[in-house]
Nanobody
Framework: QVQLQASGGGSVQPGGSLRLSCAASGLSLDGWGIGWIRQAAGKEREGVACISYDDRNTYYADSVKGRFTISRDNARDTFYLEMNNLKHEDTATYFC???????????????WGEGTQVTVSS
């Protein structure tokens, strides 16, 4: 069965950094679109960062451009979200998604992992 396991969340101060990981099992990442989508309390879900299935396109939400970096390691069936200069507004539950992924609007994916919580507070 396809399973995605997100990890790496935590509580940090503004300006801090975190690296989220998503480990996939039941499929090989090569040939699949991947993405990170977040849900903050009281806010609409939003796509954060995505890479197309063919690695030709990478998308970042305007709010995270220049601060977040999405990458993949197909050999390990794992992908990452490096988050730098974190802000209060980045506080959310972050979900990883694989297949049929879009970061437009509220984001979408065919397969979802359990979220990992990121809290940015001073």
């Amino acid at each position: 069965q396809v399973q995605l396991q997100a990890s790496g969340g935590g509580s940090v101060q503004p300006g801090g950094s975190l690296r989220l990981s998503c480990a996939a099992s039941g499929l090989s990442l090569d040939g699949w679109g991947i993405g990170w989508i977040r849900q903050a309390a009281g806010k609409e879900r939003e796509g954060v960062a995505c890479i197309s299935y063919d690695d030709r396109n990478t998308y970042y939400a305007d709010s995270v451009k220049g601060r977040f970096t999405i990458s993949r390691d197909n050999a390990r069936d794992t992908f990452y979200l490096e988050m730098n200069n974190l802000k209060h507004e980045d506080t959310a539950t972050y979900f990883c998604a694989v297949g049929g992924v879009s970061c437009a609007g509220r984001g979408r994916g065919d397969h979802w992992g359990e979220g990992t919580q990121v809290t940015v507070s001073s």
